[in-house]
């Protein structure tokens, strides 16, 4: 089975070691010595407790950057997606133990809500700590992006949470998987994939760096949301990352 058939079928695929031990360690130094400093911090707030997190509703022009337009994500995105896509938003989302989790949802759930006619998105979800089920890893209900969108509630003035009743229904159907994962992995998973995850239990952090993409005929409507629409993407070398030059 190739990948593009995986994804079609499961709504995601998990690709092992896409980065090296060098380059996340190389991302985990700039991510702890940026962190506040660079994107704009956000709490989020879940029925399991709170976590915060660094966005950019731009392409960073910082070393986030090399990583976000890296044609090791881009291109199996434009891949899955069967289009050109473009930078939607990235994300580092920092869940420090005895951070809370977020509660089942889809992505585009929220997109949907800014303009966006189609869910021919999907994001890159790379892992910069070990992901674990004790410190709160990734959970996703495998194939659920067949089912369309779902309603979703919101839960506080950051996140939203889908429909109980469809997930108690979804769960008996659909296999629940858990990415558990090490640092380097990434999983590219499309938008309509119902994905949560638990607290951290755990005494170390659980962080990840997530990159979110629109295909180039479905930008926003919405010209005032935050969120980016079409520009062409600046793609990156593969080597860029360690090409990177501190100033």
């Known amino acids: 089975m190739t990948d593009l058939d995986y994804f079609n079928e499961n709504g995601f695929i998990l690709k092992r070691k896409l980065f090296s031990k060098e380059e996340i360690d190389k991302l985990n130094n700039f991510a702890d010595h940026s962190y506040g400093k660079e994107g704009t911090l956000k709490k989020t707030i879940s029925t399991t407790g709170s976590a915060n997190l660094t966005l950019w509703n731009s392409p960073p022009d910082n070393f986030i950057g090399t990583f976000s337009t890296n044609e090791r994500i881009v291109r199996p995105m434009e891949n ?52 674990s089920k004790e410190n709160g890893c990734l959970k996703v209900l495998k194939g659920t992006h067949k089912v369309g969108r779902i309603g979703h509630d919101s839960i506080s003035d950051t996140d939203e949470q889908a429909d109980l009743e469809r997930i108690a229904l979804l769960e008996k159907r659909h296999e629940t998987v858990y990415i558990t994962a090490d640092p380097g992995d990434a999983l590219f998973f499309h938008c309509n994939l119902l994905h949560s995850s638990a607290a951290n239990d755990s005494n170390y952090s659980r962080r990840t760096l997530i990159v979110c993409f629109n295909t180039k005929s479905n930008s926003p409507f919405n010209k005032e949301i935050s969120h980016a629409i079409y520009s062409p993407l600046n793609v990156l070398s593969s080597d860029s990352i360690m090409k990177y030059k501190f100033g």
Request: aromatic share 24%; hydrophobic share 30%.
């Open 80 to 131: 899955f997606l069967g289009e050109e896509v473009y930078h939607y938003h990235s994300k580092i989302i920092w869940k420090k133990p005895g951070d809370g989790g977020f509660d089942w949802h889809q992505d585009y759930g929220y997109w949907y809500k800014q303009g966006c006619l189609y869910s021919d998105m999907g994001s890159c979800f790379i892992m910069l700590d070990r992901a």
